[in-house]
């Protein structure tokens, strides 16, 4: 979505302003419905989008005329009394439309933007302070620094200052007026360095078990959009692996992430010591920052086995964390909550219990002390 710049002063420009922001509001309501079946996180940030406006959210604005100073005073003044009817037109319709009938349902806004505008709006939602690295980068490319003059090059890279320090010094030496020969040219030229590289594997696991409900996977992908998001701004590198599990986890695209479910039960520790190998093998912890975010309502069949797997895996993260959705005060076997009770950092846990909690929930999981890097 652009918006033209516009020259504007006094109450008109205020005016435009609140209105710009309410389209604004409006928008960051509507984002997460609109990018239900949209792969936010892995699409083309080219992509376009509709983000349609809730009913009632995008008002447009009304004239009203001015009171007149004095009887009189103002245009379309004539013959009638005040509450005399001038006009009025024949009424053909129930108000629910139709072949030549008006309805009376209100017609609904959309407003098309990227993937990346959408992105971007959502990152200055969070407003994050940027975050400390822990790990130094360990990966590096190379990159081109303009630091040097040479005696060759392109004509289009001729450095000016030097070439005429370099006229002026062979004219003094020859004791001759200033002129330019081909020796004089000096060209900008390069060196080749290697650049460190923050680099980070974010792995996500939900929890696709029965009581793992369709507003709970919502609120899973809702948070789990948010970090991944802001991950992408720390790290240079940052792939991600996208998990399911029940009793047992398997590795599956970011669509089936958000929206695959099953009946079985939630069994945390095998889980968990799939992921590790898999990590352990094809992310190195001497190269990469690795973090994990576990998405579940809080059930675990296996909260002994399930406790004892996640401290030993910690020493090898950056993050583990716990994103509980909606969860649920009876737990079959156990409650996550209560299994991970009193394990050190860099374990953190959040609960969202309604969308209006996503944004503090990704904020306190971002936020925990000493950053996350």
């Known amino acids: 979505m652009s918006v033209g710049r516009e020259e504007a002063t006094g109450q008109g420009e205020q005016d435009r302003q609140r209105y710009k922001q309410k389209i604004r509001d409006q928008i960051t309501k509507a984002i997460p419905q609109a990018l239900d079946q949209v792969p936010i996180v892995s699409g083309d940030g080219s992509?376009?989008?509709?983000?349609?406006?809730?009913?009632?959210?995008?008002?447009?604005?009304?004239?009203?005329?001015?009171?007149?100073?004095?009887?009189?005073?103002?245009?379309?003044?004539g013959p009638g009394q005040p509450g005399d009817i001038v006009g009025a037109a024949p009424?053909?319709?129930?108000?629910?439309?139709?072949a030549g009938k008006a309805g009376n349902a209100r017609a609904e806004h959309g407003i098309d933007l990227t993937l990346e505008?959408?992105?971007?709006?959502?990152?200055?939602?969070?407003?994050?302070?940027?975050?400390?690295?822990?790990?130094?980068?360990?990966?590096?490319?190379?990159?081109?620094?303009w630091n040097?003059?040479?005696?060759?090059?392109s004509l289009n890279n001729v450095d000016a200052k030097a070439t005429l320090k370099a006229a002026l010094a062979r004219s003094q030496a020859q004791q001759k007026d200033l002129a330019f020969t081909p020796d004089d040219l000096r060209y900008q030229s390069w060196t080749e360095r290697d650049q460190p590289k923050t680099a980070a594997v974010v792995y996500l696991l939900r929890d696709i078990s029965g009581s793992m409900t369709p507003d709970k996977a919502y609120l899973a992908r809702a948070v789990a959009t948010y970090i991944v998001l802001w991950l992408r701004t720390v790290y240079d590198v940052c792939p991600?692996?996208?998990?399911?599990?029940?009793?047992a986890a398997q590795p599956v695209d970011e669509l089936a992430f958000f929206h695959a479910d099953d009946g079985g039960g939630t069994a945390v520790a095998p889980a968990y010591a799939t992921l590790q190998e898999d990590m352990d093998t094809r992310y190195p912890l001497a190269a990469w920052n690795r973090l994990f975010l576990h998405f579940s309502d809080g059930d675990v069949f296996d909260p002994v086995a399930s406790r004892e797997r996640a401290r030993a895996w910690l020493p090898s993260l950056t993050l583990l964390g716990l994103v509980l959705t909606k969860p649920s005060p009876y737990a079959y076997s156990g409650s996550l909550r209560q299994t991970f009770a009193g394990l050190p950092s860099p374990y953190r846990v959040v609960t969202v219990q309604q969308p209006g909690h996503v944004v503090d929930a990704v904020r306190e999981l971002l936020r925990g002390e000493g950053g996350i890097g």
Do not use: N, Y
């Open 240 to 247: 991600l692996e996208f998990w399911v599990h029940d009793t």
């Open 117 to 145: 505008e959408i992105r971007a709006i959502m990152l200055d939602d969070l407003h994050l302070p940027p975050l400390p690295l822990k790990r130094p980068p360990t990966q590096t490319e190379p990159t081109i620094r």
């Open 91 to 98: 009424i053909d319709g129930d108000g629910s439309g139709g």
């Open 47 to 77: 992509d376009s989008v509709v983000i349609p406006l809730p009913e009632g959210g995008l008002d447009l604005p009304r004239f009203r005329p001015a009171q007149p100073k004095e009887p009189g005073d103002g245009v379309g003044q």
């Open 148 to 153: 040097t003059r040479s005696r060759r090059g």
